[in-house]
C-alpha cells in the first residue's frame, strides 16, 4: 500500500478549515448487538484504505496516509438520550485522526446507529452505501456466514477527477466565459443569517440541526401523480418550493435580486467505466441556475424551468466542466453564489437485516465543523429523499446562522406547497 494518496483538486474542497461530514442514521428496533455491529464495522474498514487513513497537509499539499492499527476506529456505544443524537452528529471527527466514525446510541424500544464520514473521502452516495455494507456485515456475521480472514484492501481509489473525459484549455476557458456572461445582471440573494446578527447564543446539543419535513404516503403519490401530469421533476418542483420560501424570508431590498439554485450532479454514471458507489471518493459536482423568482410567482412553471436547466446542463457536460474549471471558478467567488444548495438522494430501500430486528427509518445529511456566521447570509440547504414511500426533506442548518423561526417558516411554506402540489394530483381513473 502506498504511504501517500494526494487529494486532488476538487477533493481539496472538503480539506480546509471547515470539514464536513456525511452522517447517516438507522433507527433499529429489536435490539443491536454491539459486538456484531463492531466486528460490521471493523470488516468494512478492510474494504476502504481510505476509511484507514487521516488527512494530512505538506508543502506539496493535502494528502491521505494509513492509520496505525492502534489508531483504527471502533464502533462508540452509549445510550441514548433525549439529545444524544444531535451531540453525535454534531461531534466532529478528529483532526489528524480517523475520517470515519460509528456509533450506537442504545434505547428501551429502539437503537439508533449513525455513521459519520469525511467528505474529502465520500459523497452522500457512497456514505449511504457504506451503511448498508455494515448491515450486509452484521447479517452474515449474526448467520454465520460472513467469511473470516478476508483480505485487506491495499490500493486508493483514483479520484473523480482523473476518471473524467479530457478537456482543451479552449474548453475550459469557453466554459468559465459563459458562466461569467451568465452571472452577469441582477446580484443573486441568500437568506439573511439573523442568528449570527443578533448573537444569539446556539443551543448546548450543537450548532447543527435539521428541521425535517415529512409527507405521509398518500401525500408523497400525490405529489409523484401530480409531477407526471404537470410534466416536471419532483426535483424541480422542490427547487420552485424551497425557493419560493426563501424569496419570502427576504427583505423587501431584495425585491430585484435573482435567486441561485444549485443542484449537486453524481457523476459516477458519467465516467467511464461507470464508478459504483461503495467506491470512497467524493464524486459529485454541482449545477447552479440563476433565476427570477418574484413574490407570487408561478412554482411550476418555475420547476419546469429549473429541471429543464438542470437535465440540459448535465447532457451539456457542464458538471463534469464545473470541476475541471475549478480554480477559475474559485477566483470569481459569485459564480458559485447560492440561495438553495439541493441534493436529491432519489428512493432509498431500507437495508436487510437478521431475524428479531427492523429497520424502520433512516436520515441523512451533511454537518460541517465549523459555521460560516462571519458571513452575513447562506444558502437553505435541503436533502431529498423517499423512504418508505414517504418523501422527506431534511432541511439542516446552524443555530449561529439561521434561527429556528426562520427555518420553521421554509419548513412550513415548503410542506404547504408540496400538500398544495399532491392536492391537485388527477382522481384515479375509475
Known sequence: MDMRRNLSRSENLYAGEMRTQAVRMCMVRGGVDPDALDAAFTAVLADHPSLRSRLEQDAEGSFLSPLKPDELPRLTVRPDGPDALVQEWNTPLPLGGPLVRAVLLTGADEDTVLLGADHAICDGRSATALLFRIWQYYTEIEAGTHPAGRPVREDWPAAIDDRLAPVTEADVAAYVQARRDRAEGAPVAALPYLAARSGEVAPEQGRTQSRRLRLTAAETAGLL????????????????????????????????????????????????????????????????????????????ALGRRLAAGLSAAVDRGDPALELQSLDRLLATPQLLAASVVMTNIGRVTLPPCPPGLEIVDMRGFAVSSKAPSFLQSGPVLASLTTVRDRFRVELPYSTECFTEAQMDAVHDQVRTTLREFADRAPAPAG
Not at 424569496?247 to 454514471?269: F, I, K, N
Not at 470512497?280 to 412554482?299: H, K
Open 225 to 300: 401523480a401530480f409531477a407526471r401530469t404537470a410534466e416536471v421533476s419532483v426535483h424541480g418542483l422542490v427547487g420552485a418550493a424551497v425557493l419560493a420560501a426563501v424569496r419570502s424570508g427576504l427583505p423587501a431590498e431584495y425585491a430585484g435580486h435573482r435567486l441561485a439554485c444549485v443542484s449537486t450532479v453524481d457523476l459516477r454514471e458519467r465516467v467511464e467505466p461507470p464508478l459504483s458507489r461503495e467506491v470512497m471518493v467524493p464524486a459529485a459536482s454541482w449545477y447552479q441556475d440563476l433565476v427570477d423568482v418574484p413574490a407570487g410567482a408561478d412554482l411550476v
